[in-house]
Protein backbone atom coordinates (compact mmCIF):
# COMPACT_ATOMS: atom_id res chain seq x y z
CA UNK A 1 0.00 0.00 0.00
CA UNK A 2 1.32 3.78 -1.20
CA UNK A 3 1.39 5.43 2.09
CA UNK A 4 3.03 8.47 3.14
CA UNK A 5 3.33 9.33 6.92
CA UNK A 6 4.53 13.24 8.38
CA UNK A 7 5.54 14.35 11.78
CA UNK A 8 7.28 16.76 13.43
CA UNK A 9 4.02 19.66 13.68
CA UNK A 10 3.24 21.69 16.39
CA UNK A 11 2.86 25.00 18.42
CA UNK A 12 6.02 27.08 18.37
CA UNK A 13 5.90 31.06 18.92
CA UNK A 14 6.86 33.51 15.72
CA UNK A 15 10.96 33.28 15.19
CA UNK A 16 11.07 29.76 16.26
CA UNK A 17 11.79 26.86 14.07
CA UNK A 18 10.13 23.27 13.74
CA UNK A 19 11.46 20.54 11.34
CA UNK A 20 8.64 18.18 9.44
CA UNK A 21 9.56 14.89 8.38
CA UNK A 22 7.76 12.62 5.97
CA UNK A 23 8.09 8.40 5.69
CA UNK A 24 6.94 6.81 2.57
CA UNK A 25 6.33 3.66 1.75
CA UNK A 26 4.65 1.41 -0.75
CA UNK A 27 6.20 2.54 -4.23
CA UNK A 28 9.66 3.99 -5.02
CA UNK A 29 10.65 7.05 -2.97
CA UNK A 30 13.79 7.59 -5.12
CA UNK A 31 12.08 8.40 -7.98
CA UNK A 32 9.45 10.74 -7.61
CA UNK A 33 9.75 14.41 -7.10
CA UNK A 34 8.19 15.30 -3.95
CA UNK A 35 6.39 18.16 -2.33
CA UNK A 36 5.01 20.10 1.03
CA UNK A 37 1.40 21.79 -0.04
CA UNK A 38 0.00 23.84 2.93
CA UNK A 39 -3.73 24.39 3.81
CA UNK A 40 -4.25 27.17 6.24
CA UNK A 41 -7.44 26.64 8.65
CA UNK A 42 -10.39 27.11 6.74
CA UNK A 43 -8.43 28.18 3.60
CA UNK A 44 -7.32 26.33 0.21
CA UNK A 45 -4.09 24.72 -0.75
CA UNK A 46 -0.84 26.04 -0.82
CA UNK A 47 1.87 24.63 -2.54
CA UNK A 48 5.06 25.65 -0.65
CA UNK A 49 8.30 23.23 -2.04
CA UNK A 50 9.21 20.70 -3.94
CA UNK A 51 12.79 18.34 -4.45
CA UNK A 52 14.00 16.42 -7.35
CA UNK A 53 14.33 12.65 -7.39
CA UNK A 54 18.39 13.33 -6.56
CA UNK A 55 18.01 16.73 -4.71
CA UNK A 56 19.55 18.56 -7.22
CA UNK A 57 16.50 21.08 -7.83
CA UNK A 58 14.44 22.75 -5.19
CA UNK A 59 11.62 25.02 -5.73
CA UNK A 60 10.15 27.47 -3.19
CA UNK A 61 7.27 29.34 -2.97
CA UNK A 62 7.99 33.32 -2.74
CA UNK A 63 7.17 33.12 0.73
CA UNK A 64 9.20 30.71 2.47
CA UNK A 65 12.31 31.56 0.23
CA UNK A 66 15.30 31.56 2.53
CA UNK A 67 13.01 30.52 5.28
CA UNK A 68 12.00 27.01 4.67
CA UNK A 69 14.73 24.39 3.12
CA UNK A 70 13.58 21.20 1.44
CA UNK A 71 15.25 18.33 1.30
CA UNK A 72 14.74 14.55 0.89
CA UNK A 73 17.24 11.23 1.99
CA UNK A 74 16.23 8.40 -0.55
CA UNK A 75 17.99 5.58 1.68
CA UNK A 76 15.63 6.24 4.32
CA UNK A 77 12.49 6.91 1.73
CA UNK A 78 11.91 10.28 3.85
CA UNK A 79 11.32 13.54 2.48
CA UNK A 80 11.94 16.55 4.95
CA UNK A 81 10.77 20.80 5.42
CA UNK A 82 13.27 23.21 7.77
CA UNK A 83 10.79 26.15 8.60
CA UNK A 84 13.08 28.59 10.47
CA UNK A 85 11.69 31.97 11.14
CA UNK A 86 7.90 30.94 11.74
CA UNK A 87 5.61 33.60 11.14
CA UNK A 88 1.98 33.72 12.20
CA UNK A 89 0.88 33.47 8.70
CA UNK A 90 2.96 29.74 8.45
CA UNK A 91 -0.02 28.28 10.69
CA UNK A 92 -1.24 25.52 8.48
CA UNK A 93 -1.70 21.76 7.90
CA UNK A 94 1.60 20.69 5.94
CA UNK A 95 0.75 17.48 3.49
CA UNK A 96 3.89 16.14 2.16
CA UNK A 97 2.64 14.92 -1.50
CA UNK A 98 4.55 13.08 -4.23
CA UNK A 99 4.66 13.75 -7.79
CA UNK A 100 2.17 11.78 -9.67
CA UNK A 101 2.83 8.34 -11.44
CA UNK A 102 1.12 6.65 -14.03
CA UNK A 103 1.84 3.32 -15.48
CA UNK A 104 4.23 5.50 -18.47
CA UNK A 105 5.94 7.82 -16.29
CA UNK A 106 6.49 10.05 -13.32
CA UNK A 107 5.86 14.31 -12.86
CA UNK A 108 7.37 16.59 -10.82
CA UNK A 109 3.80 18.96 -10.15
CA UNK A 110 0.67 17.50 -9.84
CA UNK A 111 0.34 15.40 -6.81
CA UNK A 112 -0.85 12.04 -5.70
CA UNK A 113 -0.43 10.39 -3.18
CA UNK A 114 -0.62 12.86 -0.47
CA UNK A 115 -0.02 12.00 3.31
CA UNK A 116 -2.67 12.93 5.85
CA UNK A 117 -0.53 15.93 7.14
CA UNK A 118 0.59 17.38 10.75
CA UNK A 119 -0.27 20.73 12.02
CA UNK A 120 1.80 23.55 12.35
CA UNK A 121 0.45 25.97 14.80
CA UNK A 122 2.62 29.95 15.42
CA UNK A 123 1.15 31.84 17.62
CA UNK A 124 2.92 33.62 20.79
CA UNK B 1 2.19 34.53 -10.89
CA UNK B 2 -0.69 32.72 -12.16
CA UNK B 3 -4.28 32.97 -10.37
CA UNK B 4 -6.54 30.93 -10.41
CA UNK B 5 -10.30 31.73 -10.34
CA UNK B 6 -12.82 29.17 -9.38
CA UNK B 7 -16.77 29.55 -9.45
CA UNK B 8 -19.12 28.93 -8.19
CA UNK B 9 -17.76 28.99 -5.00
CA UNK B 10 -20.74 26.37 -3.51
CA UNK B 11 -22.41 23.89 -6.05
CA UNK B 12 -25.82 22.13 -4.50
CA UNK B 13 -26.80 19.31 -6.58
CA UNK B 14 -28.92 15.82 -6.10
CA UNK B 15 -27.90 12.58 -7.00
CA UNK B 16 -27.95 11.72 -10.46
CA UNK B 17 -27.82 15.52 -12.08
CA UNK B 18 -25.22 16.56 -13.53
CA UNK B 19 -21.99 19.03 -11.71
CA UNK B 20 -20.18 21.77 -13.63
CA UNK B 21 -17.04 23.52 -12.42
CA UNK B 22 -15.26 26.29 -13.97
CA UNK B 23 -11.70 27.45 -13.37
CA UNK B 24 -10.14 30.26 -14.87
CA UNK B 25 -6.37 30.82 -15.12
CA UNK B 26 -5.33 34.93 -15.41
CA UNK B 27 -2.95 33.91 -18.11
CA UNK B 28 -1.90 30.75 -20.41
CA UNK B 29 -1.39 27.80 -18.75
CA UNK B 30 -1.69 25.68 -21.95
CA UNK B 31 -3.26 21.97 -20.69
CA UNK B 32 -1.20 22.12 -17.67
CA UNK B 33 -3.76 21.74 -15.67
CA UNK B 34 -4.61 19.51 -12.43
CA UNK B 35 -8.06 18.64 -10.72
CA UNK B 36 -8.23 17.40 -7.13
CA UNK B 37 -10.97 16.75 -4.65
CA UNK B 38 -11.37 16.64 -1.24
CA UNK B 39 -13.88 15.43 1.46
CA UNK B 40 -13.52 16.94 5.31
CA UNK B 41 -10.86 15.81 7.43
CA UNK B 42 -8.87 14.27 4.44
CA UNK B 43 -5.76 14.79 1.76
CA UNK B 44 -6.54 15.90 -1.55
CA UNK B 45 -6.98 12.96 -4.38
CA UNK B 46 -5.67 14.00 -7.74
CA UNK B 47 -8.40 13.45 -10.38
CA UNK B 48 -7.45 14.92 -13.54
CA UNK B 49 -3.87 16.26 -15.12
CA UNK B 50 -3.43 17.87 -18.51
CA UNK B 51 -6.70 19.04 -18.30
CA UNK B 52 -8.47 16.14 -19.60
CA UNK B 53 -6.76 12.85 -18.41
CA UNK B 54 -8.19 10.86 -15.39
CA UNK B 55 -5.84 9.57 -13.08
CA UNK B 56 -5.27 6.27 -11.92
CA UNK B 57 -8.77 4.52 -10.93
CA UNK B 58 -10.57 7.87 -11.39
CA UNK B 59 -14.39 7.13 -12.77
CA UNK B 60 -15.18 8.16 -15.98
CA UNK B 61 -18.18 10.06 -14.51
CA UNK B 62 -15.05 12.37 -13.64
CA UNK B 63 -14.32 14.72 -17.34
CA UNK B 64 -12.07 17.39 -17.71
CA UNK B 65 -11.97 20.07 -20.51
CA UNK B 66 -10.30 23.47 -21.61
CA UNK B 67 -10.98 26.40 -23.92
CA UNK B 68 -8.07 29.16 -23.74
CA UNK B 69 -8.05 30.21 -20.36
CA UNK B 70 -10.89 28.39 -19.19
CA UNK B 71 -11.43 24.82 -17.83
CA UNK B 72 -14.25 23.10 -16.51
CA UNK B 73 -14.72 19.63 -14.39
CA UNK B 74 -17.76 17.70 -15.19
CA UNK B 75 -19.26 14.98 -13.13
CA UNK B 76 -21.92 13.38 -15.20
CA UNK B 77 -24.12 12.04 -12.83
CA UNK B 78 -23.24 12.69 -9.35
CA UNK B 79 -23.37 10.11 -6.11
CA UNK B 80 -23.07 10.56 -2.69
CA UNK B 81 -19.52 10.10 -2.17
CA UNK B 82 -18.94 12.94 -4.54
CA UNK B 83 -19.40 15.48 -2.45
CA UNK B 84 -16.20 17.65 -1.31
CA UNK B 85 -14.37 20.93 -1.96
CA UNK B 86 -12.44 20.24 -6.01
CA UNK B 87 -9.30 22.58 -6.59
CA UNK B 88 -7.96 23.08 -9.71
CA UNK B 89 -4.18 23.33 -9.82
CA UNK B 90 -2.05 24.84 -12.68
CA UNK B 91 1.86 23.63 -13.39
CA UNK B 92 2.30 25.61 -16.09
CA UNK B 93 4.78 28.19 -14.47
CA UNK B 94 6.02 28.98 -10.95
CA UNK B 95 4.86 29.06 -8.24
CA UNK B 96 2.53 26.54 -8.46
CA UNK B 97 -0.86 27.86 -7.64
CA UNK B 98 -4.24 26.53 -6.68
CA UNK B 99 -7.73 27.89 -7.00
CA UNK B 100 -9.73 28.95 -4.21
CA UNK B 101 -11.91 25.93 -4.34
CA UNK B 102 -15.43 24.66 -5.28
CA UNK B 103 -17.53 23.31 -2.84
CA UNK B 104 -20.00 20.84 -3.86
CA UNK B 105 -22.68 19.66 -1.87
CA UNK B 106 -24.78 16.89 -1.99
Known amino acids: EVQLVESGGGLVQPGESLRLSCAAS????????MSWVRQAPGKGLEWVAN????????YYVDSVKGRFTISRDNARNSLYLQMDSLRVEDTAVYYC?????????????????WGQGTQVTVSS | EIVMTQSPATLSVSPGERATLSCRAS??????LAWYQQKPGQAPRLLIYGASTRATGIPARFSGSASGTEFTLTISSLVSEDFGVYYCQQYNNWPLTFGGGTKVEI
Open chain 1, 26 to 33: GFIFSSSW
Open chain 2, 27 to 32: QSVSIN
Open chain 1, 97 to 113: ASGYCSSASCYANYFDP
Open chain 1, 51 to 58: IKQDGSEK
